[in-house]
């Protein structure tokens, strides 16, 4: 693998930064540990409304994720434009988070992706929003990830 062209910085955008954004960052920070050019990679969420700015992720998120292992460990930020030219690669958890991410810029950023762009044909466009459902869909976001 050619290490220049791995990304320095991912970032995760949900709506709220409290459930699918921090669930996938554990989980990147986790992979990234395994290998050795990931370890220079930095990871982080934002959600694109301010709902939850300085809360920790959904308990319901942090239980999921505590079994299959990850810890959840951010707190919620609201994301900002300059994140554009800051990061390397936005991963939008969905179409409503991708369009408000380039809603903020008149520019056409190459580095903004769906996080579906990574996952086969099988899965969903849009990883689905679990804030107001049961465990069931915690679980679910946890296996799309």
Same mark, same amino acid.
């Given at each position: 693998?050619?290490?220049?062209?791995?990304?320095?910085?991912?970032?995760?955008?949900?709506?709220?930064? +409290?459930?699918?954004?921090?669930?996938?960052?554990?989980?990147?920070?986790? +992979?990234?540990?395994?290998?050795?050019?990931?370890?220079?990679?930095?990871?982080?969420?934002?959600?694109?409304?301010?709902?939850? +700015?300085?809360?920790?992720?959904?308990?319901?998120?942090?239980?999921?994720?505590?079994?299959?292992?990850?810890?959840?460990?951010?707190?919620?930020?609201?994301?900002?434009?300059?994140?554009?030219?800051?990061?390397?690669? +936005?991963?939008?958890?969905?179409r409503e988070n991708y369009r408000e991410?380039?809603?903020?810029?008149?520019?056409?950023?190459?580095?903004?992706?769906?996080?579906?762009?990574?996952?086969?044909d099988d899965w969903p466009r849009d990883?689905?929003?679990?804030?107001?459902?049961?465990?069931?869909?915690?679980?679910?976001?946890?296996?799309?990830?």
């Amino acid at each position: 693998m050619n290490v220049s062209s791995l990304p320095r910085s991912v970032q995760f955008v949900c709506l709220g930064n +409290i459930c699918r954004s921090p669930a996938a960052q554990a989980v990147m920070e986790q +992979i990234a540990i395994l290998e050795p050019e990931g370890r220079q990679l930095t990871v982080d969420s934002a959600g694109t409304a301010g709902y939850h +700015i300085g809360r920790a992720a959904d308990p319901r998120m942090m239980e999921a994720a505590g079994r299959r292992g990850y810890e959840l460990r951010s707190r919620a930020k609201q994301f900002e434009p300059g994140f554009l030219r800051s990061r390397s690669l +936005i991963v939008a958890m969905d179409r409503e988070n991708y369009r408000e991410i380039l809603r903020t810029t008149s520019d056409c950023p190459t580095n903004v992706r769906m996080f579906s762009d990574f996952l086969g044909d099988d899965w969903p466009r849009d990883v689905p929003d679990p804030y107001y459902g049961g465990v069931e869909g915690f679980e679910y976001v946890l296996d799309m990830l």
